[in-house]
């Protein structure tokens, strides 16, 4: 299976379910894995075959910044169902990270798959 990878897609947003985290912006980590048929792309070298991450990548940020959201599993289910709907994905595995969540961890986080292969 070809796939188009995104890591570590920074997102400063208002997530968390204390008062004080919804005064306040804080960053969360995304990584994606999206099937995506790359031999078109590469074959031909045109662009519009290809799978393009950056339209991704802006397209989630918009989405998650938009409102707040208390959960990293609602996070992870917009950005999969973004992901699958608006860029025609068959197939995702998104993981969301949170940072700095608690003390004694680099970052908490949560992952999903979505799709067929």
């Known amino acids: ?3 188009v990878l995104i890591r ?4 400063e947003t208002v ?8 005064q306040i912006h804080q960053s969360l980590l995304i990584d994606l894995d999206m099937a995506w048929n790359n031999r078109p792309a590469a074959e031909s070298d045109d662009y519009q075959f290809a ?3 950056e339209t991704v990548s802006n397209r989630l940020t918009a989405l998650i910044t938009e409102k707040p959201i208390e959960l990293i599993e609602t996070v992870a289910e917009m950005v999969a169902n973004c992901v699958m709907t608006e860029f ?3 197939w995702v595995k998104v993981k969301v990270m949170k940072p700095g969540a608690i003390p004694s961890a680099t ?3 949560v992952e ?3 799709g067929y292969a």
């Open 8 to 11: 570590e897609l920074r997102i």
């Open 51 to 53: 799978l393009c991450y």
């Open 112 to 114: 999903i798959e979505r």
């Open 15 to 22: 997530i968390g379910i204390y008062e004080w985290e919804k």
């Open 1 to 3: 299976m070809d796939k």
């Open 107 to 109: 970052a908490v986080g």
């Open 88 to 90: 025609n994905v068959p």
